[in-house]
Structure formats: C-alpha cells, structure tokens
C-alpha cells in the first residue's frame, strides 16, 4: 500500500513521482483541461457503462427524502442531479468538488436542467472538508477519490461529518478480478483512452493520466481496510463488470 | 455483481438486483423519451416534484400472481427518475398486471380505474400520475418538422390528414356495403328493419307471457 502512504515529500500523479504539494495542482490542470467534454469523453470511453455504476451507487446510498447528502467530487454533477430528486424538496444537496471548472460546469448543467433551491455548490478539498461534524446522512464521491493526494485524510475528514447512522458510498476505478480481462483492459486504458482523449478532447496526455492513475488507486480490499482504519464500520465492496469499478460502502454508528 | 464485506466473504445479502436497476435505467429513457414529445407533460412532471410514486407489475402464470417487479418513479422538472430501490415508503402504490396497467395509464384521468388495477396511498398523488401519463398528446407533426422542416412536414401531416379520413370514409363504405350484400345478396342476415321488428315482437311476447302468467297466479289464488 505504499502508493497509499507516501512519504513526506512525494506521491504519485499517474506513474509519475512528484513533491506531494504539487499534486493537487496538477490533477486541477488535468480537469481544467477536460472539464468542458467530461461528460462526453465518460459516455464515449466508458460505452455508457458509467451511467449504470452510477446507478448500482445509488441504490446502495440508500437516500431517501429529507436528508441531507455530501457529494463530493461531484465534477459535472451527474450523481447530484440524481441525489436532488431522491431528497426532495425538504433534502438538501452539496456539490463539492476542489476543482473551479469541474464546479463551474456541474452548477450550469444543474441549473439549466431546473435542478435549484435544494443543492448547494462549495469548492471545497476533500481532505479538509468544510463542515461541522455530523453533518450528512450520506457521502458519496464517484471517480474522485484516487485523485485525492493523501486518500486517509479524506477518509478521516468523510467520517467526521457523517452523522451516526449515515453510510458514505465511494464509486471508483479498482483493479479487474474477472479472469482474462487484465490484459484487454490494459490495452484499452494505455492505448485506445489516449488516442480517444487525443481525437475528442485533444488531450491526449490528460486521459493517460487518467489510466495511470487508476492502475496507483489501491485495489478493493486495500480500500476497504482503509475505510475501516479511518473508522468506518461495516464496510464492504461491490465489483462491478469484473472488477474494472468497485462500489465501496461504511457506515458511521 | 459480487458483494464482500469485512470476512471477505461473498454474498448478495442487501445487494441490489442487477436486472432491476438496468431495467429501471430502460424504463426511464423510454419514459423521459416519451415525456419529452410533449413539452406540457414536464409541467405536469414538475407539479408532482418531491413524490415518490410505486409502479409495480404483476406477471401471471396460468392465472395465479407471480412474479413481481417494482419500480419506484420520482417525477420533476426534466422528467421521472426511476429507481429499483426506494429505502422509505412510496406516497402511492399503483399496482397491476402489465397490460392492466398499460390501459390504466392510456385512458383518461376521469375514467376510474382500469380493471386488474389496484391503488394504495394518496389518491390525489395517483390522480395527477394518471394526468401526467394519460394526458400526454403528441404533435407529431411539430415533431416531423425539427427533422424535415415546417413546409415538408406541414405537407407530410396533411397528406396523413387526408389519408385518415379518406380511411375512415373507406371503412364506413366497406362496411355498409358488406351489410347489403349478407342482407339483400345473399340473404344471410335479416335486413336491420326487420331485425328491428322481430326483437319488437319479441318482447311484446314476453310481455304477453309475464301478463298471461300474473293472470293465471292470480286465478289459482282465487281458487285455491
């Protein structure tokens, strides 16, 4: 797990070592670059695919109305749009993402489709999120978290403001268990994902980052037993198509 | 989907149904794909925003309830979320077999419900669903015209104005023609006058007879 604990002066951005402070700046140059054909640029590399982890999320959060909901990293906004409806109008949605232009372009996306008065946008560092304690009944942050530079920070700082009882749902890239799938999927994310990101986006660069950094994301049960070190309990892990996504769940009690 | 929790062990314990959420994820595209062809429907969508309404479908196997599948629809402005799992209790459950409840949603609000239909739960919330779905009316015309432009789609729409009615005119003629021929041809039915006279007798007959039977009760009395 040293890829998880690195130590005082560097971590990893995709294959790279670099001084830990310059991560965060370099990941936000990474979603500066991609923000405008996220949505895009998911749908086409993923096949769709991604709609339907987002969903199997979803319905592990288990939000109903009324309640009030953390979405972190939420980028363009795709699982806040759908947290809003399940909150209703007595709930209450926070769209946090570190990244200006992520925000930005999850706040016009929102607002345009009519989604207002119960979802809230803060910038705001995953690591050290800016909220009173036992604040949410859920947390959710989908593809968000191997961007973070020291993931056990964010981890610490989720369970604070969970309130008791709350569960937060981590929806993110993991490692393949499914036998024989390794190899294609390498081929996909190292050759087919740049030359996708090169043609649509023009940026080739930014999505082999994307790939590389999936590969230096822990794998399901080192995340697990991180979510259990940062004081979750019951948590547990969902693979979806073969492993290539893992939906993580802890609760605060 | 494999679930493991903290032994490492697998299980499906709490997980949700696979084929339940990919088909709320179809059901939705159809619905909002739906909605969508007319505008006015998303006011009625948004009117019901913050109501969770349950749509469950009842299979039948040789008569018996079977199997069951139930989806949970969050109506709003931009159309209905369909989820395969709600954790809280819906405003409203409509549930029914599939085609009982695509006759339901297909009739107007003011008809009641469609037989095989049962509704639990707020009935106002279950009215305005029934408006949202029976209410949706389709300007397929306005529709053709964002592919093919207002003068072809104009001319498209009137030609299948006039083909409707020249339709309907064509069936009326086929089917009185078809009458006279099995009346006055081939005389295998009776001419709808002297149907007409005959159900008249008919029931003067039985009139008669209901008389006649009173009468006869009426001197048994008096014998008896």
């Known amino acids: ?253 | 989907m494999n679930r493991h929790d903290e032994s490492g062990q697998e299980s499906g314990r709490e997980s949700p149904a696979t084929p339940a959420v990919l088909l709320a994820g179809g059901l939705e595209l159809a619905l909002n794909t739906w909605l969508r062809l007319d505008p006015d429907s998303l006011v009625r969508s948004a009117a019901l925003y913050g109501k969770v309404i349950m749509v469950e479908l009842v299979f039948t196997t040789a008569g018996a309830a079977g199997p069951r599948l139930a989806f949970y629809l969050l109506p709003g402005a931009d159309g209905i979320q369909v989820a395969a799992t709600y954790p809280d209790a819906p405003h409203v459950q409509i549930r029914g077999t599939p085609l009982a409840l695509t006759n339901q949603f297909r009739q107007g609000s003011g008809e009641g419900l469609a037989s095989g239909v049962e509704v639990q739960g707020d009935s106002q919330v279950a009215k305005a669903f029934q408006e949202l779905l029976g209410g949706i009316d389709i300007d397929w015309e306005e529709q053709l015209s964002r592919l093919v432009g207002d003068a072809f789609a104009h001319q498209l729409g009137a030609a299948v104005r006039e083909f409707r009615t020249w339709g309907r005119q064509a069936l009326t003629t086929l089917f009185t023609n078809a009458a006279e021929y099995l009346q006055q041809e081939t005389r295998d039915l009776p001419p709808s006058g002297a149907m007409a006279a005959f159900l008249d007798g008919v029931d003067a007959l039985r009139s008669d007879i209901d008389r006649l039977e009173a009468r006869v009760r009426r001197l048994q009395q008096r014998c008896g």
Not at chain 1, 95 to 120: K, P, Q
Not at chain 1, 206 to 216: C, T, W
Request: hydrophobic share 40%; aromatic share 10%.
């Open chain 1, 1 to 253: 797990m040293s890829q998880d604990k690195p130590d005082k002066e560097t971590t990893h951005f995709g294959y790279q070592q670099i001084p830990a402070m310059e991560k965060a700046g370099k990941v936000a140059g990474v979603f500066d670059s991609v923000a405008d054909k996220y949505d895009l640029m998911n749908d086409l590399l993923s096949l769709g695919v991604h709609r339907w982890w987002k969903r199997f999320a979803l319905d592990l959060t288990g939000v109903k109305a009324g309640q009030r909901v953390l979405d972190l990293a939420g980028g363009t906004g795709d699982l806040a749009g759908r947290l809003v409806r399940l909150v209703g109008p007595n709930g209450l949605v926070v769209l946090a993402d570190i990244n200006a232009s992520m925000l930005a372009e999850g706040r016009r996306r929102l607002t345009d489709e009519g989604l207002v008065g119960n979802i809230a946008f803060v910038q705001a560092d995953a690591e050290a999120l800016p909220f009173p304690d036992n604040t949410f009944d859920c947390i959710t942050i989908a593809f968000g978290l191997r961007n973070v530079t020291h993931k056990e920070n964010a981890l610490v700082a989720m369970q604070r403001v969970l309130r008791p009882g709350g569960c937060a749902v981590i929806l993110e890239f993991s490692h393949p268990t499914a036998p024989g799938l390794k190899p294609v999927y390498d081929f996909y994310s190292f050759t087919v994902m740049p030359l996708v990101g090169k043609l649509v986006a023009n940026d080739a660069d930014s999505y082999r980052y994307l790939a590389e950094s999936i590969r230096m994301h822990p794998d399901q049960e080192t995340l697990r037993r991180m979510m259990a070190q940062a004081g979750f309990e019951r948590c547990e892990y969902f693979n979806l198509t073969g492993g290539i996504v893992a939906v993580h769940r802890g609760y605060k009690f």
